[in-house]
């Protein structure tokens, strides 16, 4: 028989039953806290594992994002050289400047050359913390957004000099456009700024950006500048004018002292004060600057000249080979006289532009030897650059029938000879008059002087097409001209330019004229590539001749259609109208000038004829004030009763000897 204990009755196993019972009921005590120096060691370890994690992510996501947008930035190695049009300077004949046409650019400078003031003012008015910034201003940047969210509209820009530069070359590259505000230009922009930083120094990229940015009026670079606005090296500014300059960078245009001089010298004071602020320069030297400030080398002001200047640069390869030099063309053209034209075009258009349902009009005002003195090509050059004075083939109407007159003079009439006023029918077609009341029988010149227009066929009939299409072909009108008899009518085709160099003619006393603009052609360094020489001029119309033709048209300007264009002075000039009032004209001249006046529509619309003619209007306005000397013609004028008396006084010597 086996004894045995069962386990649970041993002795103490009541007490650990307790022991165990309690265990449940109270649960195991908790294991002893770790040390807490061991808890932030675990911490820091955790992160500086995700913190390299994150540090290599984001390594990896800038890398790309640097690769993806600097793929196809430019070379920076071409910062240094630049590609341009070459550049054509035309001037007036008194020098003042007329336009420029392609790229100005001067000497490479560097700012060690510079008085420090030049350089100074540029940094205060674009980049004050140049030199401690790594290419892009974070602190800039901050402050023009806050300012631009205050104001609710930009008002400052955070760019720096290095980001202007890089903006810059990025455009010149053909990369943007100047319009482009994309994000990847700006991104690009920012990256190109850093990389320009790390290689070149702060000194190298001023002397790059200097020579590099655009300062209006076509000139890149700061010796371009300095020699356009004030005719001097950069090495020679004033301080005002560095001031003026450089605050031209924001909007060229806007603040070119050529076009905007108040704009531009509240700029230049601004500038000043920038100095100042920055203590570049103290406010006695400020004052005493903008007391002394000078003014930009004149330049011509008026809003029509394009069409002039764009003429001499068509004209400019006839004369001289035009390659890659930058050329300085000096011009005939008299600015006193091309404001006088302008401003008067303006207030006819302004009296009789609606009234006269015109919308065009154009000018031409020469010496008698051909010198362009003033020229408009239309009512406003913004809207159209079409030049209706040089370009445009329009019906010349009765201004035509000096062609006419002076034919029949050469075939050996006279001014006082009678002529037939009466109706006259050629096949199917009867010519009629404007305005004008049969007499029966008038003298040449009345004839002339209203502008019958039935006297006009019936002496064309009689001399024929062949005899007034040489004549005008002799006064230098080289346009087609139509086969048959309403040719004296004026329905073939001429220029404005080309009709007043014609008439010029008969102001020269019958010899030729050939009209020019261009005195001379020179490059930058002075070299002369052309002088004008002036054209052997050929006796094309006999001086007696001419005279007696003289004599007509000064009848039309005192008593015939152009009386209402009469000057306080001699002159001689015919008027015309074309068909259904399409065009009209008005050549003229004085001892001094001939000058020649056309309005109409391009589309050809009809003008209004009981509002007048406005080219009458305008030649009459330019002329009266035109400088003039004590000079006249070499013959009077007889009245239509004096000259009756006269040719009775000649047929009765004539009977007697």
């Not at 009789?352 to 003033?374: D, N, P």
């Not at 000057?567 to 009032?581: F, N, V, Y």
């Amino acid at each position: 028989m086996n004894l045995s204990i069962n386990p649970e009755d041993r002795l103490g196993n009541e007490t650990q039953k307790i022991s165990k019972k309690q265990k449940k009921k109270h649960g195991s005590p908790p294991p002893p806290r770790p040390p807490r120096r061991q808890k932030t060691k675990k911490f820091w370890h955790w992160l500086l594992k995700w913190g390299l994690i994150l540090l290599i992510w984001g390594a990896f996501v800038g890398g790309c994002f640097t690769l993806w947008y600097s793929y196809d930035l430019p070379d920076i190695s071409k910062l240094q050289q630049t590609e341009r049009r070459p550049s054509i300077t035309i001037l007036a004949k008194n020098g003042t400047k007329l336009a420029t046409y392609g790229d100005l650019h001067g000497q490479m400078v560097t700012i060690k050359k510079l008085p420090p003031y030049v350089v100074q003012a540029l940094l205060a008015i674009e980049d004050r913390r140049f030199y401690s910034h790594f290419g892009v201003d974070v602190i800039g940047l901050l402050r023009a957004v806050y300012a631009n969210f205050r104001a609710g509209h930009v008002v400052q820009g955070g760019s720096t000099l290095t980001q202007q530069l890089a903006k810059n070359f990025l455009q010149s590259e053909k990369l943007y456009d100047i319009n482009d505000r994309s994000l990847r230009r700006k991104i690009q922009e920012a990256l190109l700024a850093l990389w320009l930083e790390r290689n070149f120094s702060k000194d190298q990229i001023l002397t790059i950006y200097l020579n590099r940015v655009y300062f209006g009026s076509g000139t890149f670079g700061l010796a371009a500048a300095s020699q356009h606005y004030f005719g001097k090296r950069p090495q020679d500014l004033t301080l005002y004018e560095a001031a003026l300059i450089m605050g031209l960078l924001k909007a060229p245009s806007k603040y070119s002292p050529s076009t905007n001089p108040d704009l531009a010298d509240q700029r230049a004071s601004q500038v000043l004060e920038n100095m100042q602020g920055e203590g570049f320069i103290s406010e006695d030297v400020k004052d005493a600057s903008l007391a002394m400030a000078s003014s930009a080398s004149e330049t011509f002001q008026g809003s029509a000249i394009r069409y002039f200047t764009d003429w001499i640069v068509d004209l400019l390869p006839t004369v001289v080979k035009v390659d890659d030099k930058d050329i300085i063309v000096t011009t005939t053209l008299d600015p006193q006289l091309q404001f006088l034209a302008e401003s008067k075009l303006h207030q006819v258009m302004e009296e009789k532009g609606r009234a006269a349902q015109v919308s065009e009009m154009a000018l031409v005002s020469m010496t008698h030897e051909g010198a362009i003195r003033a020229l408009i090509g239309g009512a406003n050059y913004k809207q159209s650059q079409f030049n209706r004075a040089t370009q445009a083939l329009r019906q010349p109407g009765s201004a035509f029938k000096l062609v006419l007159y002076l034919a029949a003079l050469e075939s050996g009439m006279h001014p006082y000879d009678y002529v037939s006023d009466l109706p006259i029918q050629i096949g199917k077609w009867r010519p009629k008059n404007y305005k004008y009341q049969t007499r029966g029988e008038i003298t040449l010149q009345d004839a002339m002087a209203y502008s019958v227009n039935t006297v006009s066929v019936r002496l064309a009939h009689q001399l024929g097409i062949n005899k007034v299409k040489e004549t005008a072909q002799r006064l230098g009108l080289k346009s087609s001209l139509p086969d048959d008899l309403t040719i004296v009518l004026g329905t073939g085709e001429t220029t404005l330019l080309e009709l007043t160099s014609a008439y010029a003619v008969i102001g020269r006393n019958g010899w030729s004229v050939s009209p020019y603009a261009i005195l001379t052609v020179k490059d930058t360094l002075g070299h002369i590539l052309y002088t004008h020489k002036e054209v052997e001029p050929y006796r094309a119309v006999d001086p007696y001749v001419a005279q007696e033709l003289l004599q007509m048209m000064q009848a039309v300007m005192i008593y015939g259609t152009g009386k209402n264009s009469a000057l306080d002075r001699p002159s001689a000039g015919k008027t015309g109208t074309s068909q259904k009032h399409r065009d009209a004209w008005l050549i003229g001249f004085t001892p001094e000038l001939i000058t020649g006046t056309w309005a109409g529509n391009d589309n050809e619309t009809p003008m209004n004829p009981n509002a007048g003619s406005p080219a009458a209007r305008l030649w009459h306005l330019y002329m009266s004030e035109v400088p003039f000397r004590e000079a006249s013609f070499h013959k009077e004028v007889l009245s239509p009763e004096e000259a009756e008396s006269h040719g009775f006084l000649e047929d009765l010597i004539g009977s007697l000897f």
